[in-house]
């Protein structure tokens, strides 16, 4: 609700330092190689990130339109933002690509415009990245599929289908799965 994030004493239970990230801020990622944190706020169109080493909390901001969630390459050089806008029934979900070293934007990824299906949730776009920093998945709701990017030149390498659900349509199809879910592993 006040758009702060706060760092905390363990020690002592109590805040050492809160920084705004904007009220609206909706998800949180921890990236241990950088030790920092990234806060998307798609009411603000930003992605804030902060400095997590020291308990000064330094916030860059970087502008994004309506960020959903973050992935930090294990490697530590770039993170992946999906984002997504909807227009006359159409949602356009692409992926913004972050220098981490500086916080510069580095490219952006068109990833799919289809019809809106999805109700609007920040679980529409998760986003994950492989262990060994090779890939990019990105879950899409609205296109029913995991687009898979290749971080080696930041290309959109596939869209994969979601696999077929429990549920069946009125003609006794098997339906996709919807939402499609992301989760990388070790």
């Known amino acids: 609700g006040s758009g702060m994030v706060s760092a905390i004493d363990t020690a002592l239970n109590s805040v050492v330092v809160s920084v705004s990230v904007g009220v609206g801020a909706n998800f949180m990622l921890y990236d241990a190689v950088r030790n920092r944190v990234y806060v998307s706020n798609p009411a603000n169109n930003t992605v804030t990130y902060l400095d997590a080493s020291s308990d000064a ?15 930090a390459l294990p490697d530590g050089s770039r993170a992946y933002i999906s984002s997504a806008s909807v227009s ?22 068109p990833v799919s415009t289809v019809a809106q299906v999805c109700a609007s949730n920040p679980s529409e776009l998760p986003i994950a990245a492989a262990a060994d920093s090779s890939r990019v998945y990105v ?4 296109a029913g599929n995991v687009a898979i990017i290749q971080t080696l030149n930041d290309t959109l390498l596939l869209q994969m289908p979601a696999p077929l659900s429990a549920s069946f349509s009125a003609g006794g199809s098997p339906l996709p799965q919807n939402p499609v879910f992301v989760v990388a592993g070790p």
Request: hydrophobic share 45%; with cysteine.
């Open 88 to 109: 006359g029934g159409n949602v356009a979900s692409r992926v913004t690509v972050i220098n981490a070293a500086d916080g510069s934007v580095k490219t952006t990824i």
């Open 139 to 142: 879950g899409n709701c609205d």
């Open 57 to 71: 909390l330094t916030a860059v901001v970087i502008p994004v339109a309506n960020p959903i969630s973050v992935a």
